[in-house]
């Protein structure tokens, strides 16, 4: 098999998890999610986002996957994370992780029922002929940087402090 | 996007689309199914099927997909369907589809909450060291010709008269 399919089981040489990297990453990746949520190109759930990436990756910009500890205990999310992880690396669909759903939740969730399920969150494409914003940029950049040292799936660490 | 993630939007050119090998690879579908059963290597069930291939993907040496009529309504089952397929891809694992869910069923169930499930049907490895059989030896090629003509997930006519 391929590197990719053991990210979930080989974490990455600690040489390459640079804190402030993930750190910065997390800071860029908390902007795009705020600015994505005020322009309605953002979803929220693992069963939306399959639908919509499956149905038109061309339009998915950004995906997040939130593995925290509760994740090693559900076994049909680990599927889908694998599942969805392949999706985004076949097309070209940059993909990172988050340990703090909680937090992520807090940044993207109005809804109670969101809260819930923020295991994965979409950033849909902005509409056409207007460029990505420079926070998703960076993160397009840095995705592409780990990629090149075999990691598929990098975390990284968004800030506190809610929205 | 890539051409594969339009598989089930774009059937292949009727010109490559030969009965006659549909036909042929189906009868070898059927034996290699119908071997892998008796030796225990059948995994029958979306779910079943995917938590064997994301856990150990190389134990996985075939996977078909029953895309009947019915399947068309059933969103959850076409972002499987095609998650599933993208993993495959990825994970150098041969597929194919069937239009005839109760026929597959027919050959590999053996309880009534399989004919139920049959919408993704695996055949694992054989113990190591021993040879793939000439059947699914045969559906290997296959896969692999119909790759060659960018047809990512061929279709195949199981034959009928049930086991």
Redesign the interface.
């Known amino acids: ?2 590197q ?2 053991e990210t979930f089981q080989n974490k990455a040489p600690a040489s390459i998890k640079s804190d402030t990297l993930m750190k910065s990453a997390g800071k860029s990746l908390k902007e795009a999610l705020l600015s994505a949520q005020s322009e309605q190109r953002i979803t929220v759930g693992v ?1 939306e986002s ?2 919509i990436m ?1 149905e038109d ?2 339009s998915v910009s950004f995906c997040v996957l939130a593995t925290d500890e509760e994740f090693e205990c559900d ?2 999310l ?3 994370f ?3 992880q ?2 985004c ?4 669909i940059s993909i990172v992780r988050v340990s703090d759903t909680q937090r992520l939740a807090e940044i993207v969730g109005d809804k109670a029922e969101q809260l819930e399920d923020a295991h994965c969150v979409l950033i849909t494409n902005p509409s056409e002929g207007s460029w990505d914003e420079p926070a998703l940029e960076k993160l397009h950049v840095f995705c592409e940087e780990r990629r090149r040292q075999n990691d598929w799936l990098p975390e990284v660490s968004l800030p506190g402090g809610g929205r």
């Open positions: 098999t391929n990719r399919s069963y399959a639908k499956t990756p061309d076994i049909a680990q599927i889908h694998t599942l969805i392949s999706f690396f076949d097309n070209d």
